[in-house]
């Protein structure tokens, strides 16, 4: 194959792959289905205190609630997909805005989950903390947290 070829070749997949990524911006996420009232709320229903709140409502709630908050780049095509996915699939493991829908039992389970997670500094995902800087817990959050958690779970028991 001649330089001339291949040059031409390569212009015309640069131009395909140009031309694709225009098409699948017409391709939108659903982001009002995330927004949903939330008055079976973690938070609303729980005497949590303002710290502890703020530090769920700033780490977890993006992923973990029916309030997310998507930022500008969500709207571009394909990254815009992969952080639905996300955060479907975060509020399919614990979603705090449906939490007095859950049964005592898996409300504790939730909490021992949570504990776990942030012993094990799985979350938040490093994936979202590279972004959300202030997102990130320190080790005196994930202190306040587990500690918090655990005194739910008690009460609970």
Known sequence: MDKERKRKLKKKGTLFLIV???LI??????????HTPVDKDFLINQSTPEKIASII????YDCHSNTTNYPWYSNVAPISW??????NEGKEHLNF??????SAKKATHKLEEC?????EGEMPLKTYTLIHHDAKL????????????????????
């Not at 805005?97 to 859950?102: A, E, G, K, N």
């Not at 320190?138 to 028991?157: G, P, Q, R, V, W």
């Open 82 to 87: 992969w952080i639905k996915h996300h955060v």
């Open 57 to 60: 409502k700033n780490s977890c």
């Open 138 to 157: 320190s080790s005196d959050d994930n202190t306040l947290l587990i500690n918090y958690f655990k005194k739910e779970i008690n009460k609970a028991n």
């Open 97 to 102: 805005s449906v939490w007095t829908d859950y």
């Open 25 to 34: 911006q017409f391709f939108r996420i659903d982001k009002e289905a995330t």
């Open 20 to 22: 694709l990524l225009l």
């Open 115 to 119: 504990v776990e997670e942030i012993e």
